[in-house]
């Protein structure tokens, strides 16, 4: 089946840092990959679709100078948050889908908590 | 998007088998239903999906009624371990891209 990986899956950093979280699909090529938030005991909130060749979309509320995406290959998109602050700690999931099997779900990573301290 | 309603929480016994219930009264004709798991700190996992009558895999099984506007998992003779949240997600293949739109999703715990 498809596989997402997520890396690092833990980083605790200083406030003003700038992190970068890696989403890579193994098996498959993805156009389109996905980042969500998650708050403590909270759903999963989708913050942008990430485009390989374009730019990323974001939803409503998410700021894209804060959380910059790039999608340069069909295997990869980074999240970098930038100038973390400690209300940007949470935890951080990509998701992709095989387009190549047309009913295929979407797969998620393993997640990467980020801690801002 | 169709919106969907779970249960907030359910509790079992290991062993039982467990049926979690998702309404999607607004489901588009071509949205498939996918159920994910969730455990703290990680990832959702692929459970199973559908688009009508019923569905089986190695761990679950799907029914979807022929208006789809619900749809159940169940779970056989549950263990400790299937203590997790659960979530349904409507979603279509076709077209665009769609990020999907988690809903609060049901909470199951098991007891020993």
Request: proline share 5%; glycine share 8%; net charge neutral.
């Amino acid at each position: 089946g498809a596989v997402v990986s997520q890396h690092p899956s833990r980083v605790i950093c200083k406030s003003g840092t700038s992190v970068k979280i890696e989403c890579r699909s193994l098996d498959f090529q993805a156009t389109t990959m996905f980042w969500y938030r998650q708050f403590p005991k909270q759903s999963l909130m989708l913050m942008a679709t990430s485009n390989e060749g374009s730019k990323a979309t974001y939803e409503q509320g998410v700021e894209k100078d804060k959380f910059l995406i790039n999608h340069a290959s069909l295997t990869l998109s980074t999240l970098t948050v930038t100038s973390a602050h400690p209300e940007d700690s949470s935890f951080y999931i990509c998701s992709a889908r095989d387009w190549a099997q047309g009913d295929q779900p979407q797969h998620f990573g393993d997640g990467t908590r980020l801690s801002i301290l | 998007l169709a919106k969907t309603t779970q249960p907030i929480s359910m509790d079992s016994y290991e062993g039982q088998e467990v049926n979690i219930t998702c309404s999607h009264n607004n489901i588009a004709t071509n949205d498939y239903i996918t159920w994910y798991q969730q455990f703290p700190s990680q990832g959702p996992r692929f459970i199973i999906q559908g688009y009508k009558t019923k569905v089986t895999n190695e761990v679950a099984s799907l029914f979807i009624p022929a208006d789809r506007k619900s749809s159940t998992l169940s779970l056989p003779r549950v263990s400790l371990s299937d203590t997790a949240v659960y979530y349904c997600l409507p979603w279509g293949s076709g077209g665009g891209a769609d990020g999907l739109t988690f809903g609060k999703g049901t909470h199951l715990i098991i007891q020993p």
